[in-house]
């Protein structure tokens, strides 16, 4: 019903900038919340940053100030806008989506994109 595309992962020098980008598309509007999760080698997956269908964001503690969560819904883009990044940011990125509740027809109750790397060196 959805598929998430991500886009924007490189290598970086620490102190560096670079803006994730996750395209959605097919049934766009059973999407309520979206957000950025990710994978280093050897940990679980996390939360990153999250945004609801309202704007509302949340963003893990380590990321603070640092990156930025934003939604352009008209669009059905999502991005992560990464500064003065670190080594401990280099890790697999991926998009999320989450259904709207009760909306059965929708299928499944999330999707993920196939994530996208980032490498941060020192």
């Known amino acids: 019903q959805v598929h998430l595309m991500e886009s924007g992962g490189a290598l970086v020098q620490a102190g560096g900038s670079i803006r994730l980008s996750c395209a959605a598309s097919g049934d766009t509007v059973c999407i309520a919340a979206m957000g950025w999760y990710r994978q280093a080698p050897g940990k679980e997956r996390e939360v990153v940053a999250n945004?609801?269908?309202?704007?509302?964001?949340y963003y893990r503690d380590s990321v603070k100030g640092r990156f930025t969560i934003s939604r352009d819904k008209g669009e059905d883009m999502m991005y992560l806008q990464m500064k003065t990044l670190k080594p401990e940011d280099t890790a697999v990125y991926y998009c999320?989506?989450?259904?709207?509740?009760?909306?059965?027809?929708?299928?499944?109750?999330?999707?993920w994109g196939q994530g996208t790397q980032v490498t941060v060196s020192s």
């Open positions: 945004i609801t269908s309202d704007g509302d964001t």
């Open positions: 999320n989506a989450q259904r709207w509740p009760g909306t059965f027809v929708c299928g499944e109750y999330d999707w």
